[in-house]
């Protein structure tokens, strides 16, 4: 069984890795400030894929605006499920 991911570095920062609860329409978000990475518990394959890309850009670079990011995380994720890239956790086992 593979070990949860509890933390990552972006750039040298090391960032919490949270999945759970998030408000209604988030689907995930990123603080700097606090150096957390949260992912909503429930989001499931392709959307779960690009909005783990979306906030991995967002916290490696923070100068970028939404719709560069936005772009870039939908280009990225697609790439990566049409090359069979999957998340094989459940959110039992992810969460925090
Ligand atoms: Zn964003």
Same mark, same amino acid.
């Given at each position: 069984?593979?070990?949860?991911?509890?933390?990552?570095? /972006? @750039?040298?920062? @090391?960032?919490?890795?949270? /999945?759970?609860?998030?408000? @209604?329409?988030?689907?995930?978000?990123?603080?700097?400030?606090?150096?957390?990475?949260?992912?909503?518990?429930? =989001?499931?394959?392709?959307? @779960?894929?690009?909005?783990? =890309?979306?906030?991995?850009?967002?916290?490696?670079?923070?100068?970028?605006?939404?719709?560069?990011?936005?772009?870039?995380?939908?280009?990225?994720?697609?790439?990566?499920?049409?090359?069979?890239?999957?998340?094989? /956790?459940?959110?039992?086992?992810?969460?925090?």
């Amino acid at each position: 069984m593979r070990k949860r991911v509890k933390t990552h570095m /972006f @750039r040298g920062r @090391r960032f919490q890795i949270m /999945f759970g609860a998030l408000p @209604r329409n988030w689907l995930g978000y990123v603080s700097r400030t606090d150096r957390k990475l949260a992912i909503k518990s429930g =989001v499931k394959g392709l959307e @779960r894929l690009d909005t783990i =890309v979306h906030e991995c850009l967002h916290a490696c670079y923070p100068d970028l605006n939404e719709d560069a990011v936005n772009d870039g995380a939908g280009d990225m994720a697609r790439l990566l499920w049409r090359l069979g890239y999957r998340d094989t /956790f459940s959110d039992e086992e992810t969460e925090t």
